[in-house]
């Protein structure tokens, strides 16, 4: 299995950065970052979990003073995710949607 190309956020166009609400769960976040960008999530072949499972997104100790994030990819888009924010970038030329 190849290993996915490294992530260099400041050589990629940001389509948006969607700001997570103190109670908004991540899941619903994606889906709204994903609306943002003018990606109808109920028209996709697949659905969220297909790409990441929720419990992973509950797993992680998201916080403000960690410096942590996940980087994944999500209907062809780079995804960043942290505890504040949920960055999208233009799709990959993948087969995969």
Excluded: C, K
Excluded at 18 to 38: I, P
């Amino acid at each position: 299995m190849a290993s996915p190309p490294r992530l260099n956020e400041r050589e990629l166009d940001r389509l948006v950065v969607y700001s997570v609400d103190a109670d908004e769960e991540l899941t619903e976040a994606m889906v709204r970052a994903f609306d943002a960008v003018g990606v109808d999530v109920s028209e996709r072949p697949t659905q969220l979990i297909d790409w990441i499972h929720a419990d992973t997104l509950t797993i992680i100790r998201w916080s403000v003073d960690w410096p942590v994030y996940l980087s994944t990819r999500i209907w062809n888009h780079r995804v960043v995710v942290t505890a504040e924010e949920i960055r999208i970038y233009p799709p990959l030329d993948l087969e995969r949607d």
